[in-house]
C-alpha cells in the first residue's frame, strides 16, 4: 500500500518506547494549577477528557517542500519573496520558508501555477522514537542471538555503518574508538549534539569489545558513521533526514540504520532511501511503536529492511507495528547499550523500542558485509530472511513476518543459494515481457522469490487505452509498474508509473492512456519485496484494452437532468484526460419535501467523490452544501439529504477529490500535493437515486434552535433563499455534542439540554447490537445504559457506508444532574490521524465501567451528514476488571493512612481515578521518601490479557502538606504542593520532602495518561531518619579515622549500609580493605533501583588509585584493579547525592 500521501511528512519518532518525549526529564504537573490537585473525580475525568482531545500539530505552517521536474529558476523564489533555506538538487527538491508578513495561501497559488512544479509539501517534524565485557551478561539478546558464534563466522573487511539519529556521545568509553568523525546534518556549521538515543543506537551495533566496561556490540569492528539529523531538538525535518542519506552516500557508507519513523510518505526522504540502495548501502529501519500494521516510513519504503521488536521470551513486544510492511523481527525490549546522560555524561541504559531492534539486524547485516563485502542490499535482505527463525504461524505471517533475525545461520549459509535478482535491462523487459491478447487477457502467477516482477506487455496505437485490475493473495501487498515504450524509442529507458494505492490484500487497479502509438510493459510485483516458496503469494491480473471510451459531455452548466425517482444509470465512466479529472453532473428538483438517497458503486482505481450543490452564489459559483469521500479507491460513495421543493439541485460525481481553493487549505493544515492525474477507469459507475423512507428520529435529539442571526434570513429579498438554506444545513452539520454540553450561553441552557438527553435516551444494553438512523443534518442519537459488573467494555459502531461516525461515552453524575465525557470512539477512517501522521484506530474504544452507575452514549456523523443506512452500535464486556481498593473514593478525607516502610499495592481502573494517602510524622522533623512504581506484566499474565489492553501505566501527582490537620486540601494548601513526576525510562515516581513534627502530608497518585490499563502499581513511604554508620570517622589527609569493616562471606568481602541524608555535601561510606598478596580485585555496588552508585579507591596514604563511576540508575557499579599487596580504602557514596531506602551491597572479591 502507497504511504499516506495527505501530508509531506510523517511526525517521525525515534522509535523509542515510552515515547513521552526523548531523553528529557518529564515533569508532569509543571503546567498544573493548583486547583487541579483536588479537583472532583468527575471534574477531573471532564479536564482528562478536554486534554485528551488536543493533538499536537506536527507539520510546519511555514515551511514547504517543493518537488520539480527541471531546477525552478531563482527568479521565481524571488518574485515569490520566499527564502530558500535548502536545495537538494541531487533528489529535485527546493525547501523554502515563507516570511512572517506574507500570506501564505498567494505564494502556494503563485508555485502551484508555475509549469516545473511537481508537488508541494508542507515539512513536518520527525520526533525521536527505543578483556572481558563485565556487562555482557546484561545484554540477553547476544545470548538469545547466540553473537559470540557469530563473531567467529564473521569476516574481516571493514565495515562502515551510517547510524542516521540524534547525536551520539563521541567521548563514550565505548564508542570512542568505533566513531568515524561525526556530522550534523540539521546544522552543518556545528558539532552534532550528543543525545541519549543515538547513543544507545550506535552502542547495539558498534560497542568495543575486550576493553573492561559496558558489553559489546552486535559487531564490535563496525566502524559507525555518525550523522545527527535532531541538532538536539525533539523534532527533525524530511528534508534534513534526507541530506543525511545522501551524507551517507557520499561517505560510502554499507549499512544505514534509522531508528525513526512516521505514517505519512515525505518523496524527498524516500528518492534519498532509493538513491542509497541503488547506491549498495543496505538501509534498515524501525517498524514503529504503536502496535498497528499501518505502514511506517521510511521502513516501508522499498528496498529497506522493516524491523519489529520481541522480549527475550521471543514474544513480539507489546507496543511493535506488525503487518505486510514488516520483514523481520529482532530483540528490542530492554535492550542493555551505551547512553548519554546529560549531568552525568557517558553511561549505559536499557531502553525499549523497534529503535532498539533496528540496529540488532543492521549489526547483523554488518556481519555478513565483512564476510561478504561484495553482497547488494537484495542480497543482504534476502539472506536475513531466508534465514530468520520462525516464530508464530508457519513461514512467512503477519506478526513476526519472516522470523526472528539469526546472525549464525546467516553467517553460514550459502550465498550462492541466494535467487539472482533480475536486473531488468529494457532490452530484457522486451524479451521477457509476455505478449497479451488484443482486446484483454486473464494472467495469473506467483511471488516465488524476493523482488521478483512478472513481465507482460501490450501493443497500444495512439488514443488506446489500457485498464489493469490486480488482486492477490490476502497476506501480500501486491503493486504495478507500468512502462510505456514510445513507438521508435524501444530501447530507452523510461520512468515507471508505480500504481500501490491500496492495502494488502484489496484490487489495485489504473487506467492508462496511450499518447501516441508504443508498447506498455506491465511489472506485477509484492511492494514489500515479500514471497512465498510454498506457493501461497499468488495474484490475478485483469488486462482490457479499447479505443471506445465513453465520453460523458455533462457540465455544470449542462447537467443530465434526473426527472423522476427512483433514477438508475450505468451509462457514465471516471477517466482523466490530458491530466485533467472527470466530473458528471445530474440536476433535478422535487415537488415536495423529500428524502433522497445517492449512491455510487466502486470503480477500480478511482477515489470518486460526490458532491451537493443548491444553484450559484454570489460569484456565479456552484454553491456546494455536501460532500462526501469517505471509502476510498476502488470503494463507493453514499450521500443522504432531504431535498425542498423548487429548489434546482445539481449533484457531481467526479474523480477529482478537491478543488484548488481545497488544495491551498490542504497544505495549510498540513496535507501534500502532487500534480499526479486523479485514478480513472474504463468501467462504468453505477449512479443510484432514490426517495426514501427513515423511520423517525428515535430520540427526538439534539432539540437545538439554531438561532441564527435574522440578518442572514434576509438574502435577496427573499424569505428563503438557497443561499439561507446552505447556510442552515452549515450550521445544523456543524452541531457538536461535546460543546452543546459544555458551552451554552447560560447554565439553564445547559441543564435544559443534560434534562432532554435524561428523558429522550435510548435504551442500550451491552451484548445486544442496536441498529439507529441519522434522519438529519446534524443528528446526534443519544443511548443509556447500565453494566451489571466491574469491568472493561468494548464500543464500536459501524455503517454499511463507512461513514465517518463518532461516539462520546458519558458518565451520569447524580450529584450535580451533569453528565461527564470519557471517552471517545471514532469510526471510519480517521482523519486526525491522517493530518497528523499516526496510525488509524481500529474505530474501537475500550473503557472501564462500573456497576451501578448509569452511562450514555452519543452517536453522530463527524461530517453532519444524514445517512441513509442504518449504524449497529455493538458493545462486549472484553475482561472483569481487578478490585481496587478505593476506600478513599477519590476524596482527600477518606485518604488511606500509610505507614513507613508498608508498601500499597492498588488500580487506575475508571477514567478519572484518583488516590489519596496520609501520613501524619509523630515525631521530630525527618526527611521522608515517597516511591510509586508500575508492576509489569507477566509474560503469562500478557498472555491472557486481550492486547488492547496491555497499556502502560504512567503515574504523577503531588505532595501536599496538611497544614491545619484537617485532612482536607485547602486553598493556600494546594498552592504548595509539591509534584511527582515518573522517570521517563524506568515509569517509577521517587521523591523526598521534609515531614515536619506533627504535621499531616497527603500523597496524590494518578494515571496521567488516563488511559486503559489494568496494570497495578505500589506506592511506599520510607522514614529516612536513621543512625549514620559511621558519623563519628573523618577525613585526615584522605584517610578516613574509622573506617566500616568488610565481612567475609564465603570467598568475597561484603559491606552493606545506607546513603544516609543530612551529611553535608552528601554521605560517603568508608571501609577498609586488606589485600594481602598482589591481586586481581573486582569491586561491584548494588544499590536499589533509581540510584546510581559510585566507587572510590584509595591507597593507604590516602591517595586516589581509581574511581568506578561507569554505570547509570538500577545498574550495579562494577570494576576491576589489579592491587599490590597493602590496605585500601573503598568510598560509597550515590553519584547525585540521592538518599537510599534499601541497604547497599558492595562485594569485592580477590584472585
Known amino acids: 500500500m502507497k504511504r499516506k500521501s495527505i501530508a509531506a511528512l510523517t511526525a517521525a519518532t525515534l522509535v523509542m518506547v515510552p515515547s513521552i518525549s526523548s531523553a528529557a526529564t518529564v515533569n508532569i504537573q509543571k503546567d498544573a494549577k493548583p486547583d487541579d490537585l483536588t479537583k472532583s473525580s468527575n471534574e477531573k475525568k471532564k479536564s482528562t477528557y478536554i486534554q485528551k482531545q488536543k493533538r499536537e500539530r506536527a507539520y510546519s505552517t511555514d515551511t514547504f517542500i517543493i518537488k520539480y521536474s527541471s531546477p525552478i529558476n531563482k527568479r521565481v523564489h524571488q518574485k515569490a519573496g520566499v527564502k530558500v533555506i535548502r536545495s537538494l538538487p541531487a533528489l529535485g527538491y527546493d525547501v523554502i520558508k515563507i516570511g512572517k508578513k506574507q500570506q501564505p495561501k498567494e505564494v502556494l497559488s503563485y508555485y502551484l501555477k508555475q509549469k516545473d512544479i511537481r508537488g508541494i509539501t508542507p515539512s513536518v517534524q520527525y520526533k525521536q522514537l527505543g578483556g572481558a565485557d563485565p556487562k555482557k551478561a546484561d545484554m540477553y539478546h547476544l545470548q538469545l542471538l547466540q553473537i559470540e558464534k557469530a563473531l567467529q563466522l564473521a569476516g574481516n573487511k571493514e565495515v562502515k555503518v551510517a547510524v542516521i539519529d540524534g547525536g551520539m556521545d563521541s567521548k563514550h568509553p565505548d564508542l570512542k574508538s568505533q566513531i568515524l568523525p561525526p556530522y550534523n546534518a540539521a546544522a552543518p556549521a556545528n558539532a552534532p549534539v550528543p543525545d541519549l538515543h543515538g547513543t544507545h543506537v550506535a552502542g547495539i551495533i558498534g560497542s568495543a569489545a575486550g576493553n573492561g566496561v559496558g558489553g559489546h556490540g552486535i559487531h564490535p569492528k563496525a566502524k559507525i558513521l555518525p550523522i545527527d539529523v535532531f541538532n538536539g531538538e525533539e523534532g527533525a525535518s524530511d528534508y534534513v533526514i534526507a541530506e543525511g542519506v545522501l551524507k551517507a552516500i557520499e561517505q560510502k557508507a554499507d549499512v544505514i540504520n534509522m531508528s525513526l519513523g512516521g505514517y505519512m510518505n515525505s518523496p524527498v526522504l524516500e528518492e534519498a532511501v532509493k538513491k542509497a540502495i541503488e547506491t549498495g548501502i543496505t538501509v534498515v529501519a524501525a517498524a514503529g511503536n504503536e502496535s498497528t500494521d499501518a505502514y511506517s516510513t521510511p521502513a516501508s519504503y522499498e528496498g529497506v529492511i522493516s524491523v519489529g521488536s520481541v522480549n527475550q521470551d521471543k514474544l513480539l513486544s507489546d507496543y511493535s507495528n506488525y503487518g505486510p510492511s514488516v520483514d523481520i523481527v529482532a530483540p528490542g525490549e530492554d535492550v542493555y547499550s551505551t547512553a548519554f546522560d546529560l549531568r552525568k555524561g557517558s553511561t549505559y541504559m536499557k531502553l525499549s523500542g523497534t529503535s532498539m531492534a533496528s540496529p540488532v539486524v543492521a549489526g547483523v547485516a554488518a556481519l555478513l558485509k565483512s564476510k561478504h563485502p561484495d553482497l547488494t542490499p537484495y542480497q543482504v535482505e534476502t539472506i536475513l530472511e531466508r534465514t530468520a527463525t520462525d516464530l508464530g504461524d508457519k513461514g512467512y505471517d503477519l506478526t513476526y513476518a519472516n522470523g526472528l533475525v539469526n546472525p549464525v545461520a546467516a553467517l553460514q549459509y550459502d550465498v550462492k543459494k541466494v535467487p539472482k535478482k533480475e536486473e531488468l535491462t529494457v532490452k530484457a523487459m522486451h524479451q521477457k515481457a509476455k505478449q497479451l491478447k488484443a482486446g484483454g487477457s486473464e494472467e495469473k502467477g506467483s511471488i516465488t522469490i524476493p523482488e521478483q516482477k ?124 490530458e491530466g485533467e479529472g472527470d466530473s458528471d453532473y445530474f440536476t433535478f428538483t422535487v415537488k415536495e419535501p423529500t428524502m433522497l438517497s445517492f449512491s455510487t458503486t466502486g470503480v477500480p482505481g478511482v477515489d470518486a467523490t460526490m458532491n451537493l450543490y443548491m444553484g450559484e452564489d454570489e460569484n456565479g459559483e456552484p454553491l456546494q452544501v455536501q460532500s462526501t469521500n469517505t471509502n476510498g479507491m476502488g470503494k463507493g460513495e453514499k450521500l443522504a439529504f432531504e431535498a425542498i421543493p423548487e429548489i434546482q439541485y445539481t449533484v457531481e460525481v467526479t474523480n477529482e477529490s478537491t478543488s484548488f481553493t481545497s488544495i491551498i487549505s490542504l497544505l495549510l493544515s498540513g496535507g501534500s500535493v502532487d500534480m499526479d492525474a486523479p485514478g480513472g477507469s474504463l468501467k462504468p459507475y453505477e449512479l443510484k437515486a432514490e426517495a426514501i423512507q427513515l423511520p423517525e428520529d428515535e430520540d427526538g435529539l439534539p432539540m437545538i434552535d439554531l438561532d441564527l442571526p435574522d440578518e442572514e434570513f434576509e438574502l435577496d429579498g427573499t424569505d428563503l433563499s438557497t443561499k439561507e438554506i446552505a447556510k442552515r444545513k452549515e450550521a445544523e452539520k456543524k452541531l457538536d455534542l461535546f460543546s452543546l454540553l459544555t458551552e451554552m450561553e447560560n447554565e439553564g441552557e445547559h441543564k435544559e439540554m443534560v434534562e432532554s438527553i435524561l428523558k429522550n435516551a435510548i435504551p442500550f444494553q451491552i451484548g445486544k447490537d442496536k441498529k439507529g438512523y441519522l434522519q438529519q443534518m446534524g443528528d446526534i442519537d443519544y443511548y443509556t445504559f447500565t453494566v451489571d459488573e466491574n469491568a472493561y467494555y468494548e464500543f464500536g459502531a459501524k455503517n454499511e457506508a463507512n461513514a465517518l461516525l463518532s461516539s462520546t461515552i458519558f458518565e451520569y453524575d447524580e450529584e450535580t444532574n451533569d453528565l461527564i465525557p470519557l ?329
Open 454 to 577: 512478472h513481465l507482460y506487455k501490450v501493443n497500444l496505437q495512439e488514443g488506446e487505452y489500457v485498464q489493469t485490475m490486480l488482486d492477490g493473495s490476502k497476506n501480500f501487498d501486491y503493486g504495478l509498474d507500468l512502462y510505456f515504450f514510445p513507438e521508435g524509442k524501444e530501447g530507452e529507458e523510461v520512468e515507471p508509473i508505480k500504481v500501490n494505492d491500496m492495502k494488502a490484500s484489496e484490487q489495485e487497479a489504473y487506467l492508462f492512456s496511450a499518447k501516441e502509438a508504443g508498447t506498455l510493459i506491465i511489472a506485477v510485483k509484492d511492494v514489500n519485496g515479500h514471497y512465498s516458496l510454498d506457493g501461497q503469494s499468488q495474484f490475478q491480473l485483469k488486462v482490457e484494452t479499447s479505443t471506445d471510451l465513453k465520453t460523458d459531455d455533462t457540465t455544470f452548466e449542462k447537467p443530465a437532468e434526473i426527472k423522476e425517482f427512483p433514477f438508475q444509470t450505468k451509462e457514465y465512466t471516471l477517466f482523466n484526460e
Open 823 to 1151: 471517552t471517545d470512539m471514532m469510526g471510519g477512517l480517521d482523519i486526525l490521524a491522517l493530518l497528523f501522521g499516526m496510525p488509524e484506530g481500529d474505530g474501537k474504544t475500550r473503557i472501564a465501567l462500573e456497576k451501578g452507575k448509569k452511562y450514555f452514549l452519543s452517536i453522530k456523523d463527524d461530517e453532519g451528514n444524514i445517512l441513509a443506512d442504518p449504524y449497529t452500535l455493538q458493545a462486549k464486556k472484553v475482561m472483569k476488571a481487578p478490585a481496587e481498593d478505593d476506600r478513599d473514593q477519590n476524596k482527600p478525607i477518606r485518604a488511606k493512612v500509610m505507614k513507613p516502610g508498608e508498601k500499597y499495592k492498588n488500580y487506575f481502573i475508571y477514567n478519572g481515578d484518583i488516590d489519596y494517602y496520609y501520613y501524619k510524622n509523630r515525631g521530630e522533623d525527618r526527611i521522608a521518601s515517597i516511591k510509586a512504581r508500575p508492576i509489569p506484566f507477566t509474560t503469562a499474565e500478557r498472555q491472557k490479557m486481550p492486547k488492547e489492553l496491555q497499556n502502560r501505566l504512567f503515574l504523577s501527582g503531588a505532595i501536599v502538606e496538611d497544614l491545619n490537620g484537617n485532612m482536607r486540601i485547602d486553598d493556600n494548601e494546594q498552592a504548595r504542593a509539591i509534584p511527582l513526576s515518573f522517570d521517563p525510562f524506568t515509569l517509577n515516581i521517587n521523591a523526598s520532602f521534609k515531614a515536619k513534627k506533627d504535621v499531616g502530608y497527603f500523597m496524590i497518585v494518578e494515571n496521567e495518561m488516563n488511559g486503559v490499563s489494568p496494570q497495578p502499581y505500589t506506592v511506599q513511604l520510607f522514614d529516612l531518619h536513621r543512625k549514620d554508620e559511621d558519623a563519628g570517622s573523618k577525613l585526615v589527609n584522605g584517610v578516613p579515622t574509622k573506617p566500616l569493616p568488610l565481612k567475609k562471606e564465603k570467598n568475597s568481602f561484603v559491606g552493606k549500609g545506607h546513603i544516609n541524608v543530612g551529611v553535608d555535601f552528601g554521605d560517603r561510606d568508608y571501609y577498609q580493605l586488606h589485600v594481602d598478596r598482589n591481586s586481581t580485585v573486582n569491586f561491584t555496588l548494588t544499590m536499589e533501583d533509581g540510584l546510581d552508585g559510585k566507587l572510590v579507591i584509595y591507597n593507604a596514604q590516602g591517595k586516589q588509585v581509581t574511581t568506578f563511576n561507569q554505570y547509570g540508575n538500577s545498574d550495579p557499579e562494577l570494576g576491576t584493579l589489579q592491587l599490590p599487596k597493602g590496605n585500601y580504602y573503598v568510598e560509597v557514596s550515590e553519584t547525585h547525592d540521592r538518599a537510599t531506602t534499601q541497604p547497599y551491597t558492595l562485594t569485592i572479591t580477590t584472585k
